[in-house]
């Protein structure tokens, strides 16, 4: 079992930023790749930003390409998410996603609201 636990999230105004922390423990061992999701009420859970746990390369959503950035903290077992440049749609709860050859595990997710 993997534990992941998310912090950071908050209101902030348009143009503004954030950054996430996703903290794993528990059976880390064989992560391959840890990801951010977000769900908007009403709308279905998308894919954010993700990277490769242990050769660090990340990819990301068309939507928050050049705004968003992920890094992770191998020593700490944290990943983070920097977002910049936020947009009203980029409201939503944020997931943090840990994907291993065993399966998948999901945070509790941290509410980002972006508004005026």
């Known amino acids: 079992q993997v534990q992941l636990v998310e912090s950071g999230g908050g209101l902030v105004q348009p143009g503004g930023s954030l950054r996430l922390s996703c903290a794993a423990s528990?059976?880390?061992?064989?992560?391959?790749?840890m990801d951010w999701y977000r769900q908007a009420p009403g709308k279905e859970r998308e894919f954010v930003a993700g990277?490769?746990?242990?050769?660090?390369?990340?990819y990301y959503a068309d939507s928050v390409k050049g705004r968003f950035a992920i890094s992770r903290d191998n020593a700490k077992n944290t990943v983070s998410l920097q977002m910049n440049s936020l947009r009203p749609e980029d409201t939503a709860v944020y997931y943090c996603n840990a994907a291993k050859p065993s399966g998948m595990y999901w945070g509790q997710g941290t509410q980002v609201t972006v508004s005026s």
């Open positions: 990277i490769w746990w242990s050769s660090g390369n990340t």
């Open positions: 528990g059976s880390i061992f064989s992560i391959n790749t």
